[in-house]
């Protein structure tokens, strides 16, 4: 059963740094593009950034480019995104997906197992 | 980016009934890359349908997925109590990936 465990929310400053991170299990890490996803309260889905099963290709949402980092650890099984420069507007519950947009030799795959989530306020 | 509009925001049905849910892209969806979810309250979204109408593994069959281009919908044929919930298209065959604003299916 894939399993993915966000953690690393909290209480931050605006202008202040967080960085989450999700570990996998379930399923061959290193074979899959992962991604995150958030949602902010009451709100919709907003996807937020993608890497390649390598890590070697990142892809990031406009709003956080520049931003926000993923990154990955395939030999802890273990995903992550650093948030520099947090704004109010961040304020969301972040979701790490397996896939979810990623494209790969002519395909592309949706988001087939999330997280439960690790909540971030941005809130002086 | 393509903008991706469900509708209604809000759909008000009984158990039993059948539920009709849209979702209009602002531009063709590449290779019918339309996915739908389900979002229970406190709970992360479940991947029902993908590929526009394929099922994912494990997903009832009175759930089911249509349309091509810019036009999509998602049909529950009879509602069963655990089925109201939110529901959320995404396409993610363009970049970057999008999701509607969803479509809450509440008891009437």
């Known amino acids: 059963e894939v399993q993915l465990l966000e953690s690393g929310g909290g209480l931050v400053q605006p202008g202040g740094s967080l960085r989450l991170s999700c570990v996998a299990s379930?399923?061959?890490?290193?074979?899959?593009?992962m991604s995150w996803v958030r949602q902010a309260p009451g709100k919709g889905l907003e996807w937020v950034s993608a890497?390649?099963?390598?890590?070697?290709?990142?892809y990031y949402a406009g709003s956080v480019k520049g931003r926000f980092t993923i990154s990955r650890d395939n030999s802890k099984n273990t995903l992550y995104l650093q948030m520099n420069s947090l704004r109010a507007e961040d304020t969301a519950l972040y979701y790490c997906?397996?896939?979810?947009?990623?494209?790969?030799?002519?395909?592309?795959?949706?988001?087939?197992?999330w997280g439960q989530g690790t909540l971030v306020t941005v809130s002086s | 980016e393509i903008v991706l509009t469900q509708s209604p925001g809000t759909l008000s049905l009984s158990p039993g009934e059948r539920a009709t849910l849209s979702c209009r892209a602002s531009?063709?969806?590449?290779?019918?890359?339309l996915a739908w979810y389900q979002q229970k309250p406190g709970q992360a979204p479940r991947l029902l349908i993908y590929?526009?109408?394929s099922r994912a593994t494990g997903i009832p069959d009175r759930f089911s997925g249509s349309g091509s281009g810019t036009d999509f919908t998602l049909t529950i044929s009879r509602l069963e109590p655990e089925d109201f919930a939110v529901y959320h298209c995404?396409?993610?065959?363009?970049?970057?990936?999008?999701f509607g604003g969803g479509t809450k299916v509440e008891i009437k």
């Open positions: 997906a397996k896939n979810c947009g990623y494209c790969s030799g002519g395909n592309c795959y949706p988001c087939d197992s």
């Open positions: 379930g399923f061959t890490f290193s074979n899959y593009a």
């Open positions: 890497t390649s099963n390598s890590g070697g290709s990142t």
């Open positions: 531009q063709s969806v590449s290779f019918s890359y």
């Open positions: 590929g526009a109408s």
């Open positions: 995404q396409q993610y065959g363009s970049s970057p990936p999008t």
